[in-house]
T-cell receptor, first 114, second 115 residues
Framework: DARVTQTPRHKVTEMGQEVTMRCQPI?????VFWYRQTMMQGLELLAY????????DSGMPKDRFSAEMPDATLATLKIQPSEPRDSAVYFC????????????FGPGTRLTVL | AQKITQTQPGMFVQEKEAVTLDCTYD???????LFWYKQPSSGEMIFLIY??????QNATEGRYSLNFQKARKSANLVISASQLGDSAMYFC????????????FGQGTRLTINP
């Protein structure tokens, strides 16, 4: 049963610390998405990769957030330095480009910045 | 501009009844897809059903069906014979062909099924 995996599932950190979230997309998928979910903003896209190339990161605060795909099996989202307003659930999703198939979501990383 | 609108923040339904969750969308792209996801209290996002803008028939998946009215730009989710396990947040989402294939989500509807 193929699934998107995310680590860690929960992270509590202090303001100013670096946070790295990891995602393993489903094998064979060529698109990876990072979404953030908060009560106020709902679900919003942060970054999108196709074939490991970043295509859209317009939703991401560039000064502190960075997203990469060092290889096809790993996507990372890094926050440095973290701030309390970054507290949210961060979802990774993967899928195929070129079709309207669904995006498969990972279980999310719940981040709390104190 | 809001692209996906879910006007029902919360709904309460009696078990075994059918329920309709509303979703309207806005796009000028003739090619797009509409999705519904379920998010139970555990937090994961579960794909339920998909409707393409060129699909002639309404999509169905088990107890889920999508009432697609293209001219009205609505894509309501219908759940037949509701069960207690259907209690969750439900999100409508749209993907435009020209929009880098990202999903744009509505604010969600919290559905509570009463025994």
């Amino acid at each position: 049963d193929a699934r998107v995996t995310q680590t860690p599932r929960h992270k509590v950190t202090e303001m100013g610390q670096e946070v790295t979230m990891r995602c393993q997309p489903i094998l064979g998928h060529n698109t990876v998405f990072w979404y953030r979910q908060t009560m106020m903003q709902g679900l919003e896209l942060l970054a999108y990769f196709r074939n490991r190339a970043p295509l859209d990161d317009s939703g991401m605060p560039k000064d502190r957030f960075s997203a990469e795909m060092p290889d096809a099996t790993l996507a990372t989202l890094k926050i440095q330095p973290s701030e309390p307003r970054d507290s949210a659930v961060y979802f990774c999703a993967s899928g195929f480009s070129g079709t309207y198939n669904e995006q498969f979501f990972g279980p999310g990383t719940r981040l709390t910045v104190l | 501009a809001q692209k996906i609108t879910q006007t029902q923040p919360g709904m309460f339904v009696q078990e075994k009844e059918a329920v309709t969750l509303d979703c309207t969308y806005d796009t000028s792209d003739p090619s797009y897809g509409l999705f519904w996801y379920k998010q139970p209290s555990s937090g994961e996002m579960i794909f339920l059903i998909y409707q393409g803008s060129y699909d002639q028939q309404n999509a169905t998946e088990g107890r889920y069906s999508l009432n697609f009215q293209k001219a009205r730009k609505s894509a309501n989710l219908v759940i037949s014979a509701s069960q207690l396990g259907d209690s969750a947040m439900y999100f409508c989402a749209m993907r435009e062909e020209k929009g880098a294939q990202k999903l744009v989500f509505g604010q969600g509807t919290r559905l509570t099924i009463n025994p």
